[in-house]
């Protein structure tokens, strides 16, 4: 609840920070193993048909990139720039990420890259330290409060209750693991520092690898 109070005083400019924004809170088991699991895409596609228009974009671009929620709130303008080869690429940076190995440039898709178009437009050329998804007074959104007031409600209407963000991350992981992307591709997208250990250990399964012949 305090968390929450916070969060939601420095969203509305009371508040100059949020200084316990990364403090956890204690988590049951079975909340662990709900949040251990990913979404399907027709899950995906469902939660999307409920979230709000002003906060789509948001909850595509954690389907599509695999962000951490905190990774993709931490955006700013100047983090986006457009590749030599005319493909937009954020760049996520080490203080909104958990580790060095978090640091790291996604190329976003066409549908993506249009959305963050529409986004700047309608933002009125924002500057560079500007979020891409600000708070409704501008500040760079909490993810608490985006969880419980926006996505558990539209994961709700859905029909999928225990979705949590972190659940579309998982899925893009398993989507890449079953259109055979190497472990250590989902370990760069995903920013993993074990360089694809942990995609071997969950998304990608033995009976799936064809085993060598043997000599």
Request: proline share 5%; charged share 25%.
């Amino acid at each position: 609840v305090l968390k929450v109070v916070i969060a939601t005083a420095y969203e509305d400019g009371i508040l100059a920070e949020n200084r316990i924004r990364d403090v956890r809170t204690a988590m049951s088991r079975a909340d662990y193993d709900k949040r251990s699991r990913q979404l399907t895409k027709d899950q995906t596609r469902a939660i999307l048909e409920e979230i709000p228009e002003e906060h789509y974009d948001l909850v595509y671009t954690l389907a599509a990139t695999g962000m951490r929620i905190g990774e993709a709130l931490g955006l700013r303008w100047g983090d986006v720039v457009e590749g030599e080869n005319g493909a937009t690429v954020v760049q996520i940076r080490r203080e909104t990420t958990k580790s060095h190995a978090g640091v790291r440039a996604l190329q976003l898709t066409a549908r993506n890259a249009e959305l963050f178009r529409a986004r700047r437009a309608a933002a009125g050329d924002p500057g560079a330290h500007a979020p891409v998804f600000p708070s409704r007074f501008g500040n760079p959104m909490d993810q608490n409060n985006f969880r419980q007031r926006v996505f558990k409600p539209a994961a709700k209407r859905a029909g999928v209750p225990e979705a949590v963000p972190h659940m579309l991350r998982h899925g893009l992981a398993s989507l890449m693991a079953a259109e055979g992307c190497s472990p250590s591709w989902i370990a760069a997208q995903l920013g993993h520092s074990d360089g694809g250990v942990t995609a071997m250990r969950f998304y990608i399964h033995p009976e799936a690898q064809q085993l060598p012949h043997a000599i």
